[in-house]
C-alpha cells in the first residue's frame, strides 16, 4: 500500500524551507503538467497592529445583500499578535519557489470573513507583490460563483465558490499552525472549507449575520446545530467535510513558524478576556503534503493532539480527502517526537490532548 508523505521541516527562512519542502516531496515532478496554480491564504482577520476603527461584528440586524457590500470595513481583529493569518514573506517565497519551477500562471485567491479582503490585499502588500512577479489577485466573495453538487452532504447539498477554485490544474491551501476555536484546531482543511464560500450566495460572515447574501448562510461559525463531541460542533465539522469532500486541493502547506493556543486550559469566560491576546509561541517549522488529511493530522500530532479526536479531521478522513492513521503517513524530515509541544486547546476539549 502506497504511504502518505508529509514533510516536515524546522526552518527560520520561508524561502530556503519552502524550496527543502518541494525537494522532500519532488513537487517539481507533480508540476510539470501543470499551466495554472492557484495560492489560497488566510487573512480571515485584520491584524492588530493595522489599527483600522472596526464595525459591530454582530449587529443586531443584517445588511441587506449589496455586491461588496463590506468594501473598506473590518469586523474583527486577529486572535494574537502574530500567526493568525498566512504571512506576506511566505507566499513571497512560494510564488518565487514556483516561478523557478517553470510556473508562469499564478492566481492568489482569499475570501475574507472578518474583513474586506480587497482591503486586506492592499494593506498587507498584496497588491504589491502581485505586480512585482506577474501574478493575479483575486476577492473570491465577490467573484463571479457556481454551485456544485454535494449529493452525500450532511449540511450542504450543493455549494457555491468561485469559479475561479474550479478553473486551476494545481491548488495550494497555505494556512498557520493554531488552536482555535470550536473546531480545536484550525489547519488546512477548516482554511479550505471557510475560505470558498461565495459571499454573493452565503453573504458576511457567511452565516450572512452582517450582510445578507442571495441565498441561505452558511451552516459554519454561528451554527444553528450546537450538539457537540470532545467539545467541538457536529455541525460545523460536517460542513468542513462536507467542502472538502466536494472541492479537493493538491498540496497542503502548514506555516509552523508560530504556533498559537491558548496557553492552557480556559473556560469560556476566559477565552473572552483573551481575545486578541493570545500567546504566540516560536515554533520555527513548515509542514506540507499532497494528502490533505494527514498534513493536518502530523501538525495535530505535533501540537500533543489526537487527530481521531478532531472531528472534521476523522470524518474528513472518513469522507476519503486523506488518512488519518500514522502507520500510513511516512513522516519526511523532522521526527515527531523531537518537536512536539504542548498545545492547549478550550477546556471541554482537554480530551483531545495526548
Known sequence: MTQSQVAVLKTKDYLHGTKKLFTLLNVERRLRSIKKVLIKINLVRMPLQIGLPLTNRSPRKPAPYKFHGNQGIAYTPAIAADGDITRIEHIKALVHSLISLGVEDIVICEGACGWDTTLAYNVLGYEELCQKYGVRLVDTNWSEPTAIPIPKGKQLKDFWLAKEYLKSDFRINVTTLKVHGATCVSLCLKNWSVGLPSAIRYGINRTANRIRGQGDGFPIHQHYDRKEIYGQGIGIAETIADVNSAVPYELG??????????????????????????????????????????????????????????????????????????????????????????????????????
Not at 472534521?312 to 503517513?329: N, Q, S, V, W
Open 253 to 354: 502547506i502548514i506555516d509552523g513558524m508560530t504556533t498559537i493556543h491558548y496557553g492552557k486550559l480556559m473556560n469560556l469566560a476566559e477565552r473572552r478576556d483573551a481575545q486578541g491576546k493570545l500567546p504566540v509561541y516560536q515554533s520555527n517549522l513548515l509542514l506540507a503534503s499532497f494528502d490533505r488529511v494527514a498534513v493536518d493530522a502530523v501538525a495535530s500530532r505535533v501540537m500533543k493532539l489526537n487527530p481521531y479526536k478532531i472531528y472534521h479531521l476523522y470524518l474528513c478522513a472518513e469522507r476519503g480527502c486523506g488518512t488519518i492513521d500514522d502507520e500510513k503517513i511516512d513522516v519526511l524530515g523532522e521526527r515527531i517526537d523531537d518537536i512536539e509541544m504542548t498545545c492547549y486547546p478550550m477546556l471541554k476539549q482537554r480530551s483531545t490532548m495526548l
